[in-house]
């Protein structure tokens, strides 16, 4: 319902049939929270790509982390 009044293809009068209280809000509500959640599913709505180091910065972090698993590792051993 939240999806074809986002859609325009129906009126909220039209969409109200059968909803107790008044429709216009209760489907403002309703549609509000589809298109939240929808933004949530899809992410962010700005293409930017990634810089080269927002990709690679996680992956040195991680490349530090099990350097030093290694040699608490190798002390240990």
């Not at 489907?27 to 899809?42: H, I």
Request: aromatic letters at 2%; glycine letters at 10%; a negative charge.
């Amino acid at each position: 319902m939240a999806l074809d009044a986002a859609k325009g293809l129906k009126t909220l009068a039209e969409l109200g049939i059968g909803i107790q209280g008044t429709p216009e809000s209760d489907l403002g509500v309703e549609e509000a929270t589809a298109a939240e959640r929808a933004r949530d599913l899809c992410g962010p709505t700005s293409k930017r790509p990634k810089t080269e180091e927002e990709l690679t910065a996680p992956l040195y972090e991680e490349i530090g982390r099990l350097k030093m698993d290694v040699k608490w590792l190798e002390k240990k051993g």
